[in-house]
């Protein structure tokens, strides 16, 4: 770890970053199924209405995509990896990833 590096340390870094892409819902989606295996922060609402950000990436599902008995990309949902384990994230409620140390918000 570097001495003195928190996060307001990074969060002051994060202004020097490029400026955010702006996508299409559509975009956003193919780039979250798209990205293999790589972690990226994402900015989501859960289905409670709580907000959620979280480090995740796509991994090896077990079942494949579609889950044994139920089709979670037809409803719109996509599960991903944690480091505590699979999650579920509805894709029509991503409002912006960070992949690297580009950001990517939703129209």
């Given at each position: 770890?570097?001495?003195?590096?928190?996060?307001?340390?990074?969060?002051?870094?994060?202004k020097?970053?490029?400026?955010?892409?702006?996508?299409t819902?559509?975009?956003?989606?193919?780039?979250?199924?798209?990205?293999?295996?790589?972690?990226?922060?994402?900015?989501?609402?859960?289905?409670?209405?709580?907000?959620?950000?979280?480090?995740?990436?796509?991994?090896?599902?077990?079942?494949?995509?579609?889950?044994?008995?139920?089709?979670?990309?037809?409803?719109?949902?996509w599960?991903?990896?944690?480091?505590?384990?699979?999650?579920?994230?509805?894709?029509?409620?991503?409002?912006?990833?960070?992949?690297?140390?580009?950001?990517?918000?939703?129209?």
């Amino acid at each position: 770890m570097i001495l003195g590096w928190n996060k307001k340390v990074d969060r002051r870094l994060e202004k020097f970053a490029a400026p955010a892409v702006m996508l299409t819902r559509s975009q956003m989606s193919s780039l979250i199924k798209t990205t293999p295996e790589v972690y990226m922060r994402i900015w989501t609402t859960k289905l409670s209405g709580a907000g959620m950000r979280r480090m995740m990436r796509t991994g090896p599902f077990p079942g494949g995509p579609k889950g044994p008995v139920y089709d979670y990309e037809a409803r719109g949902y996509w599960v991903m990896m944690t480091n505590e384990g699979w999650r579920t994230i509805v894709l029509k409620n991503v409002e912006k990833v960070k992949l690297g140390n580009q950001i990517y918000k939703v129209k």
